[in-house]
């Protein structure tokens, strides 16, 4: 008689509980008040007067008791410290580049690489630029482009890979302006557009015509464990791999990368940028030392290199991308099935309510997205991210018009928040959305002239 073995439905969590932080309730009133003194931007708050914080899944993870014993063997040595190549190891082990180039989180690799390659006149696509990344392309002087498929800009259209890039459009563009593209980029999972997968066979094709036009292909790869459990789920043939083994199989597929440690890595702060163009690497190290340290530690302590290292050593686990794929679909559809417009298919990281949908009553150009992120943070303490009209709307010649969606995303930091932390956030989301309708658009009082979602001031419409 055989005895199977038992296969509970309930996806645990695959860690418990070390150490705790307390958090600190407050009453709606209170909140309309710091609401009122941070000109109601969420990035304006302070962070004890939020309940739940989904502002971002960047730096604000839970690092493990294995990462916490790294941070004690990390080396400061200057040059050449053996925390250094605990941490090149790593990298390598998944994205074997020839350069490894430590930087103090994401945009700084990007600030170096576009510093090398971009310029006026130039041109970088990508499926779509995260903010930062947009926002360094632009201050080279050239243009960021996005190139997402046609289901990717629709919030309800289900795709299994709606991060991938239209190679069609590529291929024309680099047909048109190749001698302008210094580089093509994609970004795993795709953040602006949902947090969506890039498909191995995207990634494959992407390659092809990168190297009919003999254009260097660099991931912008935060969110790659995350993107590499969605091929083996849900791409044909990749179903018995090791998630690690796809992220290598992504690494070979391009030339170079950048990358947030403070993302998918699991660290608190840290980033790379990594290469096989040697002369590109040595141009890039060269700002490097200018602008954020010798290349054995770029703007990083060792301790931080040390945690990174053992980081990327946890996120590949399945258990863990399991836990974290289903906890973050176990929120999206619980605000599904309650009508609440969300980008389908739920993303890695992330939940994105569709605020366009849910406020048709506002103008892009009333932000739509800002005031829902405003109202959640008034009824729950929850503290969601616009993405949408504030953070795109503003071409840099100083126009405005409507971003592709109007979205907040409600990003889940890692490790961190419990079931019963996500099941209160559902019955805000629902509170917020009998509001709905009696919502007020804003305008902006105050912007910079770029980046301005970070620090802008806003007032309601009357
Ligand atoms: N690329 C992507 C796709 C990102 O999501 C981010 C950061 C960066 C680059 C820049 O990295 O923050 O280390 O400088 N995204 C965070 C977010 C801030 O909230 O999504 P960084």
Not at 204 to 225: G, I, N, S, T
Not at 271 to 286: S, V
Not at 314 to 319: G, M, P, Q, R, T
Request: net charge negative; with cysteine.
């Amino acid at each position: 008689m055989g005895t199977g073995e038992f296969q509970a439905k309930t996806i645990i969590e695959p860690f418990r509980i070390h150490s705790v932080e307390p958090l600190r309730l407050t009453t709606e009133s209170e909140r309309r008040a710091a609401l009122e003194v941070a000109g109601y931007n969420l990035f304006s708050l302070r962070a004890e007067d939020v309940l739940i914080d989904l502002l971002t899944d960047s730096g604000t993870g839970a690092m493990s008791r294995d990462q916490w014993a790294a941070i004690q063997r990390g080396d400061e040595s200057y040059a050449g410290s053996p925390s250094w190549f605990v941490f090149s190891d790593a990298v390598r082990e998944l994205f074997p580049f020839d350069h490894i180039i430590p930087t103090h989180q994401g945009r700084a690799a990007e600030r170096i690489l576009f510093g090398a390659v971009g310029g006026p006149g130039k041109v970088i696509p990508n499926n779509t630029h995260f903010d930062t990344t947009r926002a360094n392309v632009e201050a080279t002087g050239a243009q960021a482009l996005d190139l997402v498929i046609a289901e990717g800009r629709d919030p309800s259209v289900d795709h299994p890979f709606k991060g991938n890039m239209d190679v069609d459009a590529l291929r024309s563009l680099l047909a048109d302006q190749s001698a302008n593209i210094p580089l093509v980029m994609v970004t795993i999972t795709n953040n602006s557009g949902g947090g969506q997968p890039v498909s191995l066979e995207n990634l494959r094709e992407v390659r092809q015509v990168c190297e009919e036009f003999h254009k260097p292909l660099f991931l912008d790869a935060c969110r790659f464990a995350e993107n590499a459990w969605f091929i083996r789920e849900r791409e044909p043939g990749q179903q018995d791999r090791e998630v690690a083994d796809i992220v290598r199989e992504i690494a070979s597929l391009a030339d170079g990368m950048t990358m947030s440690a403070k993302k998918d890595p699991m660290g608190n702060i840290g980033g790379w940028l990594a290469m096989n163009d040697d002369d590109l690497a040595e141009q890039c190290r060269t700002t490097l030392i200018l602008t954020e340290g010798f290349p054995t530690y770029g703007g990083l302590a060792g301790r931080d290199l040390e945690a990174i290292a053992q980081g990327l050593r946890e996120v590949v686990s399945h258990d863990y991308l399991r836990y974290r794929i289903r906890s973050t679909a176990y929120l999206g559809d619980a605000l599904h099935r309650a009508g609440i417009p969300v980008v389908r298919p739920i993303g890695g990281h992330a939940v994105y309510l569709d605020a366009r949908a849910l406020l048709p009553h506002i103008e892009p150009l009333n932000f739509p997205g800002q005031a829902l992120a405003i109202c959640l943070y008034e009824v729950g303490g929850v503290r969601g991210c616009e993405i949408g009209t504030v953070m795109f709307g503003r071409r840099p010649d100083g126009t405005e018009q409507p971003a592709p969606m109007d979205l907040v995303r409600l990003a889940i930091p890692r490790r961190t928040y419990t079931q019963s932390h996500v099941d209160y956030v559902i019955e805000v989301c629902e509170e917020a959305q009998r509001r709905a309708p009696q919502l007020k658009g804003l305008r902006i009082d105050n912007e910079p002239p770029s980046l301005r979602h970070f620090t802008a001031q806003f007032s309601f419409q009357s």
